[in-house]
């Protein structure tokens, strides 16, 4: 499971708002694969830790709404949502570059969560639809017509952000 | 995005065609403008995705606290292994005590009565030689960890055991047992050469369902060898055989590695029997 580690670690930094709360799901994500390790049949291990993060967050989440918290994210706390990916200052890489990439993970961060979880799991952890069928547990058409609804509303967004740094630039 | 085949130029994007219909696509695409248009949008998105978004590798301090957890957890699990060669772990037990006719407290106590033999006859191991260090066994894991990572596990790749065996004798320095026990889950993956204890070790990979099983081996010294144990998440299960030294590592659960390290000691002790 550890080299899974850092896939873990991001696919939950991409589900929790906060960071300690996506240490928290990793490390009981880890464990609880750990337990039930004997009991995984398939070959994916890195699915399978995937999907047992998500159930984690998700049950890490209830329990929150339980508690009347509602720190759920909105549209003001995708304003600074690179916070919540902390970004070491590198003096260097204050350029365009930043700039890109703090534009994608601001429009990311503002998707819907279903739609922010499959371009994760398709485009950063290269995941095939069956096993994103699997870790977020909804059939593959589901997962096909999620994706393509999640593309073009990236796109879209990025392609509004664009027109509004241009507008900004002249 | 009008096409009714837009769906099918993601899937055929995302590589999820089978061979017949990415041709029926490739075709289709020839004549369409617009699913042309839509396959460039999505590899433009998907490289400006993979470019920026910063892929943060998990903080050093959530690594530790997690093997802190795994190895705390692991503590709780490990099966004391040493004194018959064969697991007596917490599982098996309960199994027999269940089934036999014996009361359950008549084989705490017998198992007790052999643990102790065996913790006491350890001590003693260890006062005697110098003991395996930590430092070891942390290589061992790093070792197997390295392995799982894309194109590291083996270095000869075949079912085999007469190809493997003799690739080992060309590139480490002792030539353990290599055997195929497909029939009983334990298929075998190929070998690899790693290096470890200042000594070309040789590595059989096994695979058992989804699990990797890396058997390491080496000359083994004067030094005493390690209980069995729990590293990081990763089962490590200790044997000798002539002068070999063997080490299995996974994260299968204790029994399914126990069961390898049975075969191979199986092996080991026919080989020996006919020479």
């Known amino acids: 499971m550890l080299p899974h580690l850092d896939a873990a670690h991001r696919f939950a930094r991409w589900l929790s708002p906060s960071p300690d709360d996506a240490d928290d799901v990793v490390q009981e994500a880890i464990l609880r694969a750990y337990r039930g390790f004997d009991a995984l049949r398939g070959t994916d291990v890195k699915g399978w830790l995937l999907a047992i993060v998500r159930n984690c967050h998700s049950t890490a989440r209830t329990r929150q709404r339980r508690r009347n918290f509602v720190p759920l994210p909105e549209e003001h706390d995708a304003q600074d949502g690179h916070a919540m990916i902390a970004t070491t200052p590198d003096p260097e890489s204050v350029s365009i570059r930043l700039d890109h990439e703090r534009t994608l993970e601001r429009l990311l961060s503002a998707l819907p969560d279903e739609h922010r979880e499959v371009l994760i799991l398709r485009e950063i952890e290269d995941m095939n639809y069956r096993d994103i069928a699997m870790i977020t547990n909804v059939p593959i058409g589901t997962v096909m017509s999620r994706l393509a609804r999640a593309r073009a509303a990236l796109k879209a967004r990025w392609v509004a952000a664009e027109g509004a740094a241009l507008r900004d630039v002249r | ?275």
């Open chain 2, 1 to 275: 995005m009008t096409c009714a085949e837009s769906l099918r130029a993601q899937a055929y994007f995302d590589g999820e065609l089978d061979a017949m219909s990415a041709v029926a696509f490739e075709r289709h695409v020839e004549n369409c403008a617009g699913c042309r248009t839509l396959l460039e949008d999505l590899e433009h998105s998907r490289s400006v995705i993979r470019r920026d978004l910063p892929r943060g590798h998990a903080p050093p301090e959530l690594r530790a606290r997690v093997m802190r957890a795994l190895d705390q957890e692991a503590a709780v699990r490990t099966p004391q292994s040493r004194g018959l060669g064969q697991s007596r772990g917490r599982e098996q037990s309960r199994g027999w005590g269940q089934s036999s006719w014996r009361s359950r407290t008549f084989w705490a106590g017998a198992f007790g009565g052999i643990a102790s033999t065996a913790v006491a006859a350890a001590l003693a191991f260890f006062l005697l030689s110098p003991p395996f260090s930590n430092a070891m066994l942390d290589d061992v894991v790093a070792a197997h960890v390295r392995s799982l990572m894309p194109s590291h596990l083996t270095d000869v790749v075949s079912t085999d055991q007469h190809t493997v065996k003799p690739w080992f004798s060309g590139h480490t320095d002792v030539s353990p047992v290599v055997a195929d026990f497909a029939q009983q889950g334990y298929r075998l993956v190929g070998g690899r050469a790693d290096y470890l204890d200042h000594q070309r070790s040789a590595v059989v990979v096994y695979q058992h369902g989804p699990h990797v099983i890396n058997v390491f081996s080496w000359a083994a010294g004067k030094r005493s060898f390690p209980e069995n144990t729990t590293r990081n998440g990763y089962r490590m299960a200790f044997w000798r055989a002539g002068d070999v030294q063997y080490c299995a590592v996974s994260d299968t659960g204790w029994n399914e590695l126990l069961e390898l390290v049975r075969l191979l000691q199986n092996v080991s002790g026919r080989d020996s029997g006919i020479s």
